[in-house]
Each structure stands twice: as structure tokens, then as C-alpha cells.
């Protein structure tokens, strides 16, 4: 029967290569790429024709954003979240996400290190994964280790994201980033590198950040800037917003 292929990972550790790489894989790899392919952003069209996919058997079709549009952000709304979460009232960083090497979560303890020096701010971690145990020996021994919170994977994370001033993605790879899309969803300023969706809905400068990939200095300049300069990363933080409920809308459409 018809076949359909949908790729949700990409780069060195991506399905493709995965694939590629075992024996039985690249014997069945002519076949599997003569299937039509669903890939969630245009990030991943490049890497799949590479490897012997026709452009025209490839869709790009985003992930959706939550059903619910979340409420736009308020300084009275996120001091009332980060109440209820028991966060301290001072500017809040984010990153939420499986916490592994493709992710990132070294070059965001890197920038932290850099960023607490500089700015008053706490550091929300949600996720969990192989890296777990690498960030809590971390978040133990930083010289900012109060101004570090681990939570672990949550379900409520929109409680996290209506909490925060900032959203990091420091991830070495992406295909899409549903976490990129919730912040922007949420009114959050965004200091992402250009993975995945970051370079389709990321304007630098205009609804977010855009660093270079493992390059702490630049992600944690970012950071601080945002953090000093709060009508900055409001103002990214509302066109962060209608671009994405714009996109989700366009999507959701016909055609």
C-alpha cells in the first residue's frame, strides 16, 4: 500500500543518517527514498535531496501550535505566574526542551555563566534527558547556583512560559522547534541559534534573536541585552506573537 515518510530529525544524529549508517538501512535507503516525504519545516528539504529525494516528493507541513491562544502577556500576568510557580519577581530566562548534546543545554551553561556576572535573573530549566545529571553537578557547583531552578519535565509548561522574560534555544539542530513556536505563541523574546524554524519565521532584530551556534559569548550578549532593555524584548516579544498565530493561521487555512 501507499507509503508516506515523515522525518523528525535531522542532521548528524537525524533519522536520515541513522538510517544511512546501518547495514540493512542503506540497502533499503533506494527504496525508502522514491516514498513521498512530510517534513515539518523547509529546514530539512535540503538535507533529504541531498541524499537522493525529489524535491517534488517532499511537503513541508509545520507542526500546529496549541489549539488554545494563549492570553497576550502582561508585567502584572508574569509577576501572578511566576508567583504560582514559586520563581523569585526578577527577570526570567527559559529554556525548555530534551535535555541532550543536540539541544545544547553545554552552550547554555556557558552562557549562563557569562549572563549571571551581568544581570539579576533566574534561569528556568524544564526537560529531562541524558544530559540531567550533567546540569544538576553544574547548577550544584556555579557560583549562581540560587539563581538556578531544574524542574524537570512538566506537563504545565505554558505556566513556565507565561513566567518568563526569555526564551533560549541553543540547539545544535532542529527540524521545526514546537518550543520556538510555543514562546513566539506566548509574546516571548527569542535568542535562538539558526536552527530548524529560526531561519523562516526568526527576523533578526524584529521578533527575535538569532546568535551563532556554540558560541556563548554571542548567545549571552543577547540575553543580557534583552534582560537591560525591557521595551526591546517587549516589542519582540508582540511580533513574536502575531507572527506566529499568523503563520498558524495561514497554515490552517485552505490549500
Known amino acids: 500500500r501507499a507509503t508516506l515518510v515523515k522525518v523528525c530529525s535531522m542532521g548528524p544524529d537525524g533519522d536520515i543518517a541513522k538510517i544511512t549508517r546501518h547495514s540493512f538501512g542503506r540497502w533499503l535507503w533506494p527504496t525508502i527514498r522514491r516514498c513521498p516525504f512530510v517534513v515539518p519545516s523547509p529546514a530539512v528539504v535540503g538535507e533529504l535531496v541531498a541524499h537522493g529525494v525529489p524535491p517534488h516528493a517532499i511537503t513541508v507541513i509545520p507542526n500546529a501550535l496549541p489549539s488554545s491562544v494563549p492570553a497576550p502577556p502582561t508585567l502584572a500576568s508574569k509577576i501572578r505566574a511566576r508567583d504560582e510557580l514559586g520563581l523569585p519577581d526578577r527577570a526570567t530566562v527559559l529554556f525548555v526542551g530534551r535535555l541532550s548534546p543536540e ?105 527575535g534573536l538569532v546568535v551563532r551556534g556554540d558560541d556563548e559569548r554571542d548567545m549571552a550578549s543577547a540575553v543580557v541585552w534583552l534582560i537591560r532593555h525591557r521595551a526591546v524584548r517587549e516589542g519582540l516579544g508582540r511580533v513574536a506573537r502575531q507572527d506566529a498565530l499568523d503563520h498558524e493561521g495561514a497554515e490552517a487555512g485552505p490549500g
Open 103 to 207: 539541544k545544547g543545554p553545554d552552550l547554555l551553561m556557558r552562557a549562563w555563566e557569562r549572563i549571571a556576572l551581568e544581570c539579576d535573573a533566574t534561569l528556568v530549566i524544564v526537560g529531562t534527558g541524558s544530559e540531567s545529571r550533567r546540569l544538576a553537578d553544574w547548577a550544584q557547583r556555579s557560583a549562581h547556583a540560587d539563581r538556578v531552578r531544574l524542574v524537570g519535565a512538566r506537563l504545565d509548561v505554558d505556566r513556565f512560559y507565561r513566567a518568563a522574560d526569555v526564551l533560549v534555544v541553543p540547539s545544535r539542530t532542529e527540524t521545526f522547534s514546537n518550543v520556538m513556536a510555543e514562546g513566539m505563541a506566548h509574546g516571548l523574546a527569542v535568542v535562538t541559534t539558526l536552527v530548524g524554524l529560526a531561519g523562516y519565521w526568526i527576523r533578526h532584530g524584529q521578533n
